[in-house]
């Protein structure tokens, strides 16, 4: 096997970029050649995603894309798409093994046995069997700037359009001395940044035995030597306690950014929705963060066009974005899930409706990160300096702490440290400035 050409594609979220970036350094720790997903390989990864139906559509996409750059190839699928649908991904000409979310780490030996048989294997494991964390190896240190660490996996929340529970199973925590002791390696290492990844975060603990809480966590996360951020990726309205602000709050480790989802504005869509906050509750909840602290920048996820939301229930959601001040917005459309509870209501809203209040949330989002990059003008920023931003000009990019990119006069060396540097002028989404 030694020598084989793998190139690996990935959709959807962070935590499958994590997963990938841990399936291409078990690649390569075996002896296999990284090359790029769209040169000719032996064995093509197509790492999937099924959140919305542009998922399942894409993930289809790229399997037949390797099909065709190499009709030689081993092609392994994995991934959210792949555990919900593993008959549909069998059927596509050229795949050779599927792989759900679960045993990824034993895709090196998966792939060696399938290319010694003859027929497709499904090799799809049922996610009810499965109450562990699947431990994998610690991220492969490749960039030089931010690392992902997944300390969960899994949701038990069923909200009724989401398919991810099924696609992913239940709850399922990293042991936290396990996290303890990647985190201190990556410090080690010499990264700056380390970005807590997983699908319900604000969950984590629960199913572990003890005393065990996101919250106790991030204490014990902010007392390592040498750490200088934290970022949570997204976290749940529900899951926001008074101790986790206050523990958010009151060290500095802890970036000023929070992905707080909030899906709708409207209480009667939230309720059918399944989630557990009224619009009311949302925005007080924002109240306390922003009071407890000043300048976080607060990014969320919304959807429009779920089953029932008439034009009123979608103005509710748009006056309720615009007060928030977000400072991103990831706007979704809702496709229906099948075998989700959402996918059999009635008032499923026509694709033109949703395409029309989808764009109008996008324009909206770009107002609101320009109204939050200007807010900063003036202000002297830290910014984690990731990557040349025009080769010409001499600009490098870096993101600050509240989540806001940020452009600047460098040089190479500054990569993958922590600038200070003074927010002079709005960009679209961005902020050109100059150090400090
Ligand atoms: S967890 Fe959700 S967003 Fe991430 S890849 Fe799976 S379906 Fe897509």
Not at 384 to 407: F, K, P, W
Request: charged share 25%; glycine share 10%; hydrophobic share 40%.
């Amino acid at each position: 096997m030694k020598g084989k050409r793998v190139a690996i594609s990935t959709l959807g979220c962070k935590v499958n970029q994590y997963e990938s970036a841990v399936l291409a350094g078990i690649f390569r720790d075996r002896g296999y050649h990284l090359v790029e997903f769209e040169e000719e390989a032996d064995i093509y990864i197509i790492n999937t995603c099924t959140v919305t139906h542009q998922g399942d559509r894409k993930s289809r996409q790229l399997i037949r894309r390797a099909a065709r750059t190499n009709p030689g190839a081993l092609i392994a699928v994995t991934g959210c798409y792949a555990q919900v649908s593993p008959e549909k991904v069998l059927a596509i000409p050229g795949v050779d093994l599927v792989v759900g979310t679960k045993d990824r780490t034993k895709l090196v030996e998966l792939v060696e046995t399938a290319e010694k048989g003859l027929m497709p294997v499904n090799a799809v494991s049922n996610l009810a069997d499965d109450c562990e964390f699947e431990e994998m190896p610690a991220l492969p240190l490749q960039e030089r700037t931010r690392a992902f660490l997944k300390i969960q996996d899994g949701c038990n929340n069923y909200c009724t359009y989401c398919i991810v529970p099924y696609a992913r199973g239940g709850l399922r925590s990293r042991r936290p001395e396990k996290i303890l002791e990647i985190a201190s390696a990556l410090v080690a290492a010499g990264y700056k940044e380390i970005v807590l990844t997983g699908i319900h975060t604000g969950s984590y603990g629960q199913d572990l035995p003890g005393d065990v809480t996101l919250a106790g966590l991030l204490n014990k996360l902010a007392g390592i030597q040498g750490l200088s951020r934290v970022r949570l990726s997204s976290i749940e309205p529900n899951d926001i306690t008074l101790e986790l602000v206050e523990i958010l709050a009151g060290s500095p480790v802890f970036c000023r950014h929070l992905h707080v989802p909030l899906q709708s504005g409207d209480d009667l869509v939230l309720q059918k929705m399944g989630r557990r906050y009224t619009a009311w509750e949302y925005t007080r909840l924002v109240g306390v963060l922003r009071e407890n602290i000043p300048g976080l920048g607060l990014t969320t996820d919304v959807m429009v066009g779920f089953p029932g939301e008439t034009d009123e229930c979608f103005d509710n959601t748009y006056r309720l974005l615009k007060k928030t001040s977000f400072s991103r917005l990831h706007v979704f459309k809702y496709s229906p899930r099948p075998g989700t509870p959402a996918a059999g209501f009635t008032g499923q809203v026509e694709p033109a409706v949703k395409e029309a209040r989808s764009r109008k949330l996008i324009e909206l989002g770009g107002t609101l990160a320009a109204g939050f990059a200007a807010s900063l003008l003036g202000q002297v920023l830290e910014v984690l300096v990731e990557r040349q931003y025009q080769e010409e000009t001499g600009l490098y990019e870096g993101l600050t702490d509240n989540y806001v990119r940020m452009i600047f006069s460098g040089c190479e060396q500054l990569i993958g440290s922590i600038v200070k540097v003074m927010a002079e002028e709005v960009r679209g989404t961005a902020i050109k400035g100059r150090i400090v």
